[in-house]
Structures are given as structure tokens and as C-alpha cells.
């Protein structure tokens, strides 16, 4: 597949407009396969596999987390960080009104609604990462620090080795 049978996503348009330089990866996507299909499908490590997860406060203030794919968020740890009594997933159906992007393709670029982000600082230590490109079955491989520039993250360190969730 060419790139220019690519479909042009709202994350891929901002990362254009944003000057980054990124490469796209279409894949076989698999329902519930996570980043663990995703890292096999494009022979890579799951660790440098960024998802992104859509959460909420105890205000019901919905944000992002850019999490390693081989790594769970300690909701409890991220709580703390914000200073809130808790941090839960949003429903799948909340994510998709918040990023116009369906659960399996949620991309922190080019959302419908401005959301904070906070980032597993450890992603920084990556010569490159693969995450999201706004649809199921696309993924775009960038410098960490590009995510840095463009979103703006806060860097917490929140994650939980070894799980393997799939997200």
C-alpha cells in the first residue's frame, strides 16, 4: 500500500501542520488484539508501542495517556499526580465523542476536543515510537520528542511493568 492510498486522518493532517516528521505503518488490525498484535504485525518491540488512553477525574474531566503498550497505568499513582481522588477509563463510547476516533484507533493528535495529556516520562528514553495515527489499522512511527512539541504533555511517571493490557 502506497502512502498516497493512505486515508488522510485529523492525526495525520496535525501532524502535518505540526512540521513533524513521521512515517505511516498500515497493519492487519485485529479486534481486542492491542498493541501486542500491533508490535507483531510491525516487527517491533511492544515497549516503543504508545497507546493512548482517554480517562477522567473524579470531575469528570476527561484527559489523555500516552502509555508504554507492554505497560498499565496506575490509576491510584496518576490520581496523585493530579491531585484528584481518582482517575478511571472513560467509556468506550465517551472516548470516541471526545477524540472522533474509535477505540482500537485513538490518536492524542488532531482530537475533537482539547484534552490535557500526561505522558510516561520513560517514552522520552525511545529513539522512536509507534502510535496511533487516528484509525484502526494505521500507526505512525515519530521521534518521542515530537510529542513532546506538539502536545505539550505532562510527564508522569504512573506506569506499571509487566502488565500487558489490551487497550
Same mark, same amino acid.
Given at each position: 500500500?502506497?502512502?498516497?492510498?493512505?486515508?488522510?486522518?485529523?492525526?495525520?493532517?496535525?501532524?502535518?501542520?505540526?512540521?513533524? !516528521?513521521?512515517?505511516?505503518?498500515?497493519?492487519?488490525?485485529?479486534?481486542?488484539?492491542?498493541?501486542?498484535?500491533?508490535?507483531?504485525?510491525?516487527?517491533?518491540? +511492544?515497549?516503543?508501542?504508545?497507546?493512548?488512553?482517554?480517562?477522567?477525574?473524579?470531575?469528570? *474531566? !476527561?484527559?489523555?495517556?500516552?502509555?508504554?503498550?507492554? +505497560?498499565?497505568?496506575?490509576?491510584? +499513582?496518576?490520581?496523585?499526580?493530579?491531585?484528584?481522588?481518582?482517575?478511571?477509563?472513560?467509556?468506550? +463510547?465517551?472516548?470516541?465523542?471526545?477524540?472522533?476516533?474509535?477505540?482500537?484507533?485513538?490518536?492524542?493528535?488532531?482530537?475533537?476536543?482539547?484534552?490535557?495529556?500526561?505522558?510516561?516520562?520513560?517514552?522520552?528514553?525511545? !529513539?522512536?515510537?509507534?502510535?496511533?495515527?487516528?484509525?484502526?489499522?494505521?500507526?505512525?512511527?515519530?521521534? !518521542? *520528542?515530537?510529542?513532546?512539541?506538539?502536545?505539550?504533555?505532562?510527564?508522569?511517571?504512573?506506569?506499571?511493568?509487566?502488565?500487558?493490557?489490551?487497550?
Amino acid at each position: 500500500m502506497t502512502k498516497d492510498k493512505l486515508p488522510s486522518t485529523p492525526a495525520v493532517r496535525a501532524l502535518r501542520e505540526g512540521g513533524v !516528521p513521521f512515517t505511516e505503518h498500515p497493519y492487519r488490525y485485529e479486534n481486542r488484539g492491542g498493541t501486542a498484535v500491533c508490535a507483531r504485525e510491525l516487527h517491533v518491540d +511492544e515497549h516503543s508501542v504508545i497507546k493512548t488512553l482517554v480517562m477522567e477525574d473524579d470531575a469528570r *474531566r !476527561p484527559l489523555v495517556v500516552l502509555m508504554h503498550g507492554d +505497560e498499565e497505568v496506575s490509576t491510584k +499513582e496518576l490520581a496523585r499526580y493530579l491531585g484528584v481522588k481518582r482517575v478511571t477509563p472513560c467509556t468506550a +463510547e465517551t472516548a470516541q465523542r471526545l477524540t472522533g476516533c474509535l477505540v482500537g484507533g485513538i490518536s492524542p493528535f488532531g482530537t475533537r476536543k482539547a484534552m490535557p495529556v500526561h505522558m510516561e516520562e520513560t517514552i522520552l528514553t525511545l !529513539p522512536k515510537v509507534y502510535i496511533n495515527g487516528g484509525r484502526r489499522g494505521l500507526i505512525v512511527g515519530l521521534d !518521542p *520528542r515530537d510529542l513532546v512539541r506538539i502536545l505539550k504533555p505532562r510527564l508522569v511517571k504512573v506506569g506499571i511493568r509487566g502488565a500487558h493490557g489490551k487497550t
